[in-house]
T-cell receptor, first 110, second 117 residues
Framework: DGGITQSPKYLFRKEGQNVTLSCEQN?????MYWYRQDPGQGLRLIYY???????QKGDIAEGYSVSREKKESFPLTVTSAQKNPTAFYLC?????????FGPGTRLTVL | AQSVSQHNHHVILSEAASLELGCNYS??????LFWYVQYPGQHLQLLLK??????LVKGIKGFEAEFIKSKFSFNLRKPSVQWSDTAEYFC???????????????FGKGTKLSVKP
């Protein structure tokens, strides 16, 4: 069953800690994306990767980092430098012009 | 800067009412247009898309959208809404490499639709 998985669904962390969000896809897509969703803000692009071992900053990359060592995986690290990390994070992969989304991870920083 | 505007933040309708959600974008060239829907607690999923051809596109669950190039618009419509249509709706545009967007999707801020039974 092809798709995008994100884990965990809910994540709680203390302020000042780095945290890594997982995103895995078995759709054999080259391009993958991380978005942040806040109420009334829509989806804002954090980072994207068009191909393995390459990634680019999106509109709101400050305080985040990513890696793309495998085609299937695109983990996102929320660092302590991110001023307002509490949000809903969505991962996506792309085929052609269409993006497919994972179920999201809700991160709460206490 | 490139942008996508959704005019309504929150729309409240009664069942069987007609729906139209506005979406305007600011790109001048060829675009691919999308409407995504996010039901409460569920994935963001594709409702419909326009790439080329007939500007009136049909999507799932009775939704349709019309691309009007002269107005830079891609409004979403449904003749008769149901309680199960309660969700958040996002318009998105892929403008290729126009203006440095590098083929990425640009999303509107979303419209919450609440349908009263």
């Amino acid at each position: 069953d092809g798709g995008i998985t994100q884990s965990p669904k809910y994540l709680f962390r203390k302020e000042g800690q780095n945290v890594t969000l997982s995103c895995e896809q078995n759709l054999n897509h080259d391009a993958m994306y991380w978005y942040r969703q806040d109420p009334g803000q829509g989806l804002r692009l954090i980072y994207y990767s068009q191909i393995v071992n390459d990634f680019q900053k999106g509109d709101i990359a400050e305080g985040y980092s990513v890696s793309r060592e495998k085609k299937e995986s695109f983990p996102l690290t929320v660092t302590s430098a991110q001023k307002n990390p509490t949000a809903f994070y969505l991962c996506a992969s792309k085929e052609g012009s269409e993006q497919f989304f994972g179920p999201g991870t809700r991160l709460t920083v206490l | 800067a490139q942008s996508v505007s959704q005019h309504n933040h929150h729309v409240i309708l009664s069942e069987a009412a007609s729906l139209e959600l506005g979406c305007n974008y600011s790109y001048g060239g060829t675009v691919n247009l999308f409407w995504y829907v996010q039901y409460p607690g569920q994935h963001l999923q594709l409702l419909l898309k326009y790439f080329s051809g007939d500007p009136l596109v049909k999507g799932i669950k009775g939704f349709e959208a019309e691309f009007i190039k002269s107005k830079f618009s891609f409004n979403l419509r449904k003749p008769s809404v149901q309680w199960s249509d309660t969700a958040e709706y996002f318009c998105a545009v892929n403008a290729g490499n126009y203006g440095g967007s590098q083929g990425n999707l640009i999303f509107g801020k979303g419209t919450k639709l609440s349908v009263k039974p």
